[in-house]
Nanobody
Framework: QVQLVESGGGLVQAGGSLRLSCAAS????????MGWFRQAPGKEREFVAA????????LYADSMKGRFTISRVNAKNTVSLQMNSLKPEDTAVYYC?????????????????WGKGTLVTVSS
């Protein structure tokens, strides 16, 4: 059993920055991948970024255009997403995820665990 809890969402003006965090608890694994998906109203769930258990490998959606950075925070069970130069189109519920396999990291069905999500609203 794995629980994922996001934090850091909120309201920010366009061009601003926000940092999200995700803490994982419960069962631990030797190898895993943590990351973020997002979903805006009326849109399908979209891959944002992922990171390997050791923090050595990262993966980003092309649409993020280098504005977002995923990183491991101290322990392997915590991950952050630094979001810079935010745009109104970044407004969405951001979900923390965990996958046991590196297969389909860019697709929602490849995820094994999901957090409840945290809302990010970018105003213009």
């Amino acid at each position: 059993q794995v629980q994922l809890v996001e934090s850091g969402g909120g309201l920010v003006q366009a061009g601003g920055s926000l940092r999200l965090s995700c803490a994982a608890s419960g069962r631990t694994f030797s190898t895993y991948y943590m990351g973020w998906f997002r979903q805006a109203p009326g849109k399908e769930r979209e891959f944002v970024a992922a990171i390997s258990w050791n923090g050595a490998s990262t993966l980003y959606a092309d649409s993020m255009k280098g504005r977002f950075t995923i990183s491991r925070v101290n322990a392997k069970n915590t991950v952050s997403l630094q979001m810079n130069s935010l745009k109104p189109e970044d407004t969405a519920v951001y979900y923390c995820t965990m996958a046991r396999s590196s297969t389909n990291l860019r697709e929602a069905h490849g995820m094994d665990y999901w957090g409840k999500g945290t809302l990010v609203t970018v105003s213009s």
